[in-house]
């Protein structure tokens, strides 16, 4: 019977049963890779990944919603006899997510980390993990992930937080149970499946579901490898069916395999300092050298305008009245008047007290932001933006940033990621426990189980 419907095949054409090349090769190294084979910088940069992702759990776990989902959910996994691993790597991404400080990688358009390491975490629950597997799990799936994000575009109306990342996860957790080659593969086509509908306004409008995409992610990962295990398949081309037309368009699979084994995405990811949308940073860094030029501080009343050109998604984040703390963050007018106001865009700049802030919320209103095609046409390896301040007594002040401080080109030291996660893991299980905790990650390579960094990132 022949179909004429458009973008509509029968099975005849569709059923191949042959799994493509890219993905036979990444079944083969992610089964054949040893911790031994991993570059000294990608080890090095790992422990900084976990660190930096332990920071902004810890820090996010102290949030009035994630602390009451965590009671509930935790409740219910108890009463239902389920397992809890999976509610804490679920819990774990969420509160990852929730203050927007977790590192990302501006090649794939997303942040792999916070997808992977709360499910490595968690299987420590179901068995032994020691430093070195966990290294190792965390690499690899952060890499599928990433490099499923660089070889295919999202569709403009997608949040990429829980979709690529459950296969990131997934291989994560079947590279801890010392999956064979043919199960990596299964569980790459069968978590492929499992990602969500997620929408890009949830962040523009602060609806704070969005801070649960992550924590799907986690804990799909972990269903997913149970789910092979148990005997259920995915399509012979997961990866390439939802990414390639369901939920992003563009799939070149040759990206997967690119350099494979040399070029590792999670050296070439970044980490943040700002406590906002990566996307306001270059901005920002900018108002920062003006302020800096100005002695250290402008008075909000002195500024009579400000105006910022930049490349399309950061220009998206125009709106200059947030209703929450989630929506400041993607809030680049907000984001730049509580920088001049606050000193800083710290996690209090952010926060319903200073979001009230008359000053604050009256400066935002006379910042304008705009997209420059030129500025655009820079990404994904510059993330430019120019900030113009027009004064009250006539002066104009202006900076450029080409790059986001903390990007691969302009990194942070480890001195620096470190100094973060003690600003926002301190105040929630205090210095000396942050203290122990940060050493212990830091020498994550050398572990003979990460039981004792569990126990250390538990709220006292």
Not at 67 to 78: F, V
Not at 103 to 112: D, F, L, S, V
Not at 147 to 172: C, D, E, F, N, Q
Not at 397 to 423: C, H, I, Q, S, W
């Amino acid at each position: 019977m022949a179909i004429v419907t458009p973008g509509v095949a029968p099975a005849s054409v569709l059923v191949t049963g042959q799994s493509p090349r890219w993905l036979r090769q990444w079944a083969k190294f992610a089964r054949a890779t040893r911790f031994e084979d991993l570059p000294r910088e990608v080890v090095a940069r790992t422990r900084l990944v976990v660190l930096d992702s332990l920071g902004a759990i810890i820090a996010g776990r102290a949030e009035p919603e994630v602390a009451k989902a965590g009671a509930r959910l935790s409740k219910t996994a108890k009463s239902r006899r389920a397992g809890s691993p999976l509610i804490d790597a679920f819990m774990g991404g969420t509160a990852g997510t929730m203050l927007e400080i977790d590192e990302g990688n501006q090649y794939a358009r997303g942040h792999p980390g916070i997808h992977v390491v709360p499910a490595v975490l968690a299987s420590a629950k179901l068995r032994r993990v020691s430093g070195p597997d966990a290294i190792l799990a965390i690499a690899l799936g952060y890499e599928i992930g990433a490099r499923i994000g660089i070889a295919s575009k999202l569709r403009v109306t997608m949040h990429p937080h829980g979709t690529w990342g459950v296969v990131g996860a997934a291989l994560a957790i079947a590279k801890l149970n010392k999956a064979s080659a043919a199960e990596i593969k299964e569980v790459i086509n069968l978590s492929s499946s499992l990602g969500l509908t997620t929408s890009r306004r949830t962040m523009l409008e602060g609806a704070t579901v969005r801070n649960s995409y992550a924590g799907f992610s986690n804990m799909l990962g972990m269903m997913a490898w149970d789910l092979v295990k148990s005997g259920f398949t995915g399509e012979a081309d997961g990866v390439g069916s939802v990414y390639g037309g369901i939920a992003a368009d563009g799939w070149q699979p040759d990206e997967m395999v690119a350099e494979l084994g040399q070029r590792w995405e999670i050296a070439r990811n970044y980490f943040k300092r700002h406590a906002a949308c990566r996307y306001n940073h270059g901005a920002l860094d900018a108002l920062g050298e003006i302020v800096a030029a100005e002695g250290g501080r402008i008075d909000p009343g002195a500024i009579a305008s400000m105006a910022v050109d930049t490349y399309v998604w950061a220009a998206q984040l125009d709106h200059p009245a947030p209703a929450n703390m989630l929506a400041a963050k993607f809030s680049m007018p907000f984001s730049l008047a509580t920088f001049i106001v606050n000193g800083a865009a710290t996690l209090d700049a952010f926060r319903d007290e200073a979001r009230n802030d008359a000053v604050t919320r009256e400066l935002a209103a006379r910042i304008a932001i705009n997209e420059d095609p030129a500025l655009t046409a820079r990404l994904p390896g510059l993330r430019p933006a120019r900030v113009t301040v027009t004064l009250r007594d006539g002066r104009v002040l202006k900076a450029e940033a080409l790059t986001n401080k903390g990007d691969t080109e302009d990194p942070y030291t480890a001195a620096e990621v470190r100094e973060k996660f003690m600003e926002v893991a301190s105040p929630v299980i205090g210095r000396a426990r942050a203290e122990e905790l940060a050493a212990a990650t830091l020498e994550l390579d050398a572990a003979p189980s990460i039981a004792a960094i569990l126990s250390l990132s538990e709220t006292p």
